[in-house]
């Protein structure tokens, strides 16, 4: 099995919202200071099942009064397919260098669709880092050292990708 078919359905399992380690609007090292506030739904990315809602629980900064979330591991922000599906799009366009038209017409998806991921991915990858990443890579360069990873390394990744800056993920950075 490929590596990124490996990614991809490791990361379309749905699971739970992760709770929540730090605050991303206060400094590292703060003490836990957050309480649960309430949650919204959104739809969970699913293919099969278009109209399958996921509650995200929203949690509340008491220092500056803030409201926060955490995805579940297979969702991104602002981005309504699964995480391991952007991953095989953006391996198919950088790696095994699909073209655009190619891509959208066997994955069913718009070329715009698609040409707004890529741009998104190009915009946030200077502050993306892998373990042991010192300097930005290229996108082609940084999507073989993700698939080379084990697949529980990336999920906590993006995890703490997520974690850090709530906007802040693969596709994109999302000003507040």
């Known amino acids: 099995m490929p590596p990124a078919l490996f990614v991809t359905l490791?990361?379309?399992q749905l699971a739970p919202c992760p709770a929540p380690s730090r605050c991303p609007y206060c400094p590292v090292?703060?003490?836990?200071h957050w309480i649960r506030w309430g949650h919204y739904e959104r739809y969970a990315g699913d293919p099969e099942q278009g109209t399958q809602k996921v509650a995200i629980p929203r949690y509340r900064c008491k220092i500056v009064v803030r409201?926060?979330?955490?995805?579940?591991?297979?969702?991104?922000?602002?981005?309504?397919?699964?995480?391991g599906r952007v991953l095989?799009?953006?391996?198919?366009?950088?790696?095994?260098?699909?073209?655009?038209?190619?891509?959208?017409?066997?994955v069913e998806m718009a070329r715009g669709t698609l040409r707004g991921l890529r741009v998104r991915f190009?915009?946030?990858l200077p502050q993306l880092r892998l373990p042991g990443q010192p300097a930005a890579w290229p996108?082609?360069?940084?999507?073989?050292?993700?698939r080379a990873l084990d697949p529980s390394a990336i999920v906590?990744?993006?995890?703490?990708?997520?974690?850090?800056?709530?906007?802040?993920?693969?596709?994109?950075?999302?000003?507040?």
Request: charged share 20%; with cysteine.
């Open 10 to 12: 490791l990361l379309q």
């Open 67 to 83: 409201t926060f979330s955490l995805l579940p591991d297979a969702l991104l922000p602002y981005c309504s397919v699964r995480t």
């Open 122 to 124: 190009q915009r946030a």
């Open 88 to 106: 095989a799009w953006l391996q198919a366009l950088y790696v095994d260098a699909t073209p655009l038209s190619r891509l959208a017409h066997r």
């Open 156 to 176: 906590v990744l993006f995890r703490m990708w997520k974690e850090r800056e709530p906007k802040h993920s693969v596709v994109g950075l999302h000003r507040r």
């Open 29 to 32: 090292g703060t003490p836990p």
């Open 139 to 146: 996108p082609a360069r940084f999507l073989e050292a993700l």
